[in-house]
C-alpha cells in the first residue's frame, strides 16, 4: 500500500464512513455454480455515498497486459491525503473488447470490496455448502511443503476469477485455458492447486478445456 506522507485525516474520515457502512446486495448470481455475490454496482451503490459524505472519493486505474486486467484502487480525502492499494490482477477470457471489459468489471469489485472491507460474496461456510473449499487447504501432504500457499492462493483464485465471469460458455472456457497454460508449466503447483480445489472445479477446468478446444477447431482459419 502508497500512502501520503500524512494520513491523519483520511483515517477518521474512513473509520466513520465504515462505522456507517452496511454490506451490498448480493443482486447476482454465478449460473455454473449458483452462488450469490454482489455486482460492481451494488458495491458501488454501498460505498460511494457513505464516502462522500465523509469527504472521502475513490478512484480506480485500469492497466492491460498478458497476464490479464488490472486494478489499482486509490481512496482520496477532501483534505488531500491518500491512500494506493493494489494493483490487483485478473485473467482476460480474450483480448478483445468483451473479454477485456468482463475482467476489468471482476477486478473493480474485488479490489473495491476488499479495500473497503465489505464483504460482496458468500462466506466460506456458504462456499463449504456448495462444495467449493476455502484457499487454506493444505494440499498433497509433502507436496504442500515446497510449494508457496500465496501461489497456490492465486492460482485458485485465477480459476476461480474464471469460473465467475459474467460472460459466455465459450468465453469463460478461454479464459480458464488462459489461466491452466500459464500455470501449467509449473507442474508441482498445478497439482498443488488442483488439490485445494473441489472435485467440481477439477470436472469444470475439464469441460472448459474441451468447450475451447471444440470453439478453436470451429472457428474459420484465416
Known amino acids: 500500500m502508497k500512502r501520503s506522507e500524512q494520513v491523519e485525516a483520511i483515517s477518521k474520515a474512513l473509520a466513520a464512513a465504515q462505522a456507517e457502512m452496511r454490506n451490498p446486495a448480493f443482486d447476482s448470481s454465478n449460473p455454473h455454480f449458483r452462488n450469490k455475490f454482489a455486482s ?6 454501498a460505498v460511494v455515498p457513505v464516502f462522500s459524505k465523509h469527504g472521502l472519493s475513490v478512484m480506480q486505474e485500469l492497466t ?14 477532501e483534505s488531500g491525503q491518500w491512500l494506493e492499494f493494489g ?22 469489485r474485488y479490489a473495491l470490496q476488499a479495500v ?13 455448502a456448495q462444495g467449493r473449499k476455502p484457499l487454506t487447504v493444505d494440499p498433497r501432504g509433502e507436496l504442500g511443503k515446497s ?19 459474467d460472460a459466455e460458455e465459450k468465453d469463460i472456457a478461454f479464459a480458464v485455458v488462459a489461466v491452466h497454460e500459464r500455470v501449467s508449466q ?16 477439477r470436472s469444470a477446468i475439464k469441460k472448459y478445456i474441451q468447450i475451447a478446444k471444440e470453439q478453436a477447431r470451429a472457428e474459420p482459419k484465416l
Do not use: W
Request: charged share 25%; hydrophobic share 40%; proline share 4%.
Open 147 to 165: 510449494i508457496d500457499p500465496a501461489k497456490r492462493d492465486a492460482v485458485i483464485q485465477s480459476f476461480r476469477a474464471a469460473f465467475d465471469l
Open 186 to 201: 509449473d507442474h508441482d503447483l498445478y497439482i498443488a492447486a488442483a488439490d485445494g480445489m473441489t472435485a467440481k472445479e
Open 116 to 128: 473497503v472491507a465489505v464483504v460482496g460474496d458468500e462466506d466460506d461456510d456458504a462456499e463449504a
Open 40 to 45: 460492481l454496482a451494488a458495491i458501488r451503490n
Open 64 to 77: 492491460t497486459d498478458e497476464l490479464g486486467v488490472s486494478c489499482t484502487t486509490i481512496i482520496q480525502h
Open 87 to 108: 494493483p490487483l490482477t485478473m485473467p482476460a477470457n480474450k483480448p478483445d473488447a468483451q473479454g477485456l471489459g468482463s475482467a476489468a468489471t471482476y477486478c473493480r
